[in-house]
């Protein structure tokens, strides 16, 4: 069992930053892969970035030159640095934890964070 906290969400102003955390608990942290989703309402949960377990990121077309992601494992965190951030990045970000292994797959999630993105 995983159990994740994210932080960090707030209001901030177009082309402002802010930087969400999740802290994971329980064992395991190094051997998921970590990532970080955003949801509006109305609208499908979508990816933003991933981190996988050996360091490789992917990111969504919209955040790219944009968002960070990066991870301790001796802390058991990811993060998710945000820049130049923009109305349309306004979402509940929820961090997510998934791995298989020997042909089990799971999958955990934070309750989420609310970032705006507004004058």
């Known amino acids: 069992q995983v159990q994740l906290v994210e932080s960090g969400g707030g209001l901030v102003q177009p082309g402002g930053s802010l930087r969400l955390s999740c802290a994971a608990s329980?064992?395991?942290?190094?051997?998921?892969?970590m990532a970080w989703y955003r949801q509006v309402p109305g609208k499908s949960r979508e990816l933003v970035a991933r981190?996988?377990?050996?360091?490789?990121?992917t990111y969504a077309d919209s955040v790219k030159g944009r968002f960070t992601i990066s991870r301790d494992n001796a802390k058991n965190t990811v993060w998710l640095q945000m820049n130049s951030l923009k109305p349309e990045d306004t979402a509940a970000y929820y961090c997510?934890?998934?791995?298989?292994?020997?042909?089990?797959?799971?999958?955990?999630w934070g309750q989420g964070t609310q970032v705006t993105v507004s004058a």
């Open positions: 997510n934890a998934a791995r298989s292994l020997i042909g089990i797959r799971s999958d955990y």
């Open positions: 329980g064992s395991g942290f190094s051997t998921y892969d």
């Open positions: 981190i996988t377990r050996g360091g490789t990121t």
